[in-house]
């Protein structure tokens, strides 16, 4: 069959046809819908593949006259989404180095057969079934720092979207250089846009003096709910708060249908956090290319 390739600029692409081939395929993530890269990206362009059976969303800025790839802080993954069988990994990731000459890009969990990629951890864990089956994954010291927590006169509630996103500025912002107020700005104004549907939103954990110990800020589709930004401030470690919030969360959305996904984490700490919910690996992956024209490409080396 015959494939019609297209570059499109995010202002010209059919937004409710790129969200159904994201929402419809094999491997749906947040990151990719057009409302959420409307959001966070500087520039973004689309390879499209006939009428949108495959797409590919490619983030970029521009340097010295040449477009490149970029990260974009609060987007884990990005990548290939197809609604068919059609062959054309090969001829998406052509256009993507043929439009950007430099840079890395992310794929998402279902890009796996590229070649020369780096792998990352990302961890999932299936809300389906009632609380109890989850509860049992739990590994023995999660349990024991769970008991620990629920004897301090502790609470799970509601916070603020924007004092979420205050706190986890205000505790990480030095290993988090690369993120910009403006990053952050884009990031509420995504947020404030999801949550009247009830697909952004945030959970606490404070003391009885109502001081916060633990926060998330989810994000939230179809499919998965997402841990965008989790923190704990130094009272809540030394009361074990973060382990007690993630229970909390998995035991209001037990039976949900949804997967829960954690984000992941390369640092070993976070990993092993994860893991002891019985969280099981979904990793996804990334690489970084330089078809730059000589000699630019040997600065860039």
């Known amino acids: 069959m015959k494939k019609q390739i297209d570059i499109i600029s995010s202002s010209s692409i059919n937004r409710e046809k790129w969200n159904n081939c994201i929402r419809n395929s094999s491997n749906p993530i947040i990151y990719a819908y057009s409302y959420y890269l409307d959001h966070i990206a500087e520039n973004w362009h689309g390879v499209i593949v006939n009428d949108y059976e495959a797409v590919l969303p490619i983030p970029w800025k521009r340097k010295f006259g040449i477009r490149y790839c970029y990260h974009i802080p609060f987007v884990q993954q990005l990548g290939i989404f197809s609604t ?74 509601q916070e603020s979207i924007e004092n979420a996103i205050q706190l986890y500025k205000e505790l990480y912002s030095e290993r988090t250089a690369h993120v910009v107020d403006g990053d952050y700005n884009n990031f ?104 730059l024209p000589f000699p630019l490409r040997l600065l860039k080396q």
């Open 188 to 291: 509420l104004s995504l947020c404030n846009t999801l949550a009247p549907t009830g697909n952004a939103f945030a959970r606490k954990i404070v003391n009885i003096e109502n001081d916060t110990l633990a926060v998330v800020l989810l994000l939230k589709d179809e499919h998965r709910l997402y841990n965008i930004m989790n923190s704990t401030t130094e009272a809540g470690r030394k009361t074990e708060a973060n382990h007690l919030l993630f229970d909390r969360v998995f035991n209001e959305f037990a039976g949900s249908n949804m997967l829960f996904d954690f984000e992941g984490s390369d640092i070993p700490g976070i990993k092993n956090f994860y893991e002891k919910f019985g969280a099981q690996s979904q990793p996804y992956y990334s690489i970084h290319f330089n078809r």
């Open 84 to 157: 068919t069988n059609l062959e054309v990994q090969d001829d998406l990731l052509k256009n993507l180095f043929r439009f950007v000459r430099y840079g890395d890009y992310i794929f998402n969990h279902g890009n796996s057969w590229i070649k020369n990629m780096a792998s990352h951890n990302n961890y999932i864990l299936n809300l389906s079934p009632g609380y109890g089956q989850i509860s049992a994954l739990y590994k023995k010291d999660l349990s024991q720092n769970l008991k620990k927590a629920s004897r301090e006169d502790i609470i799970y509630t």
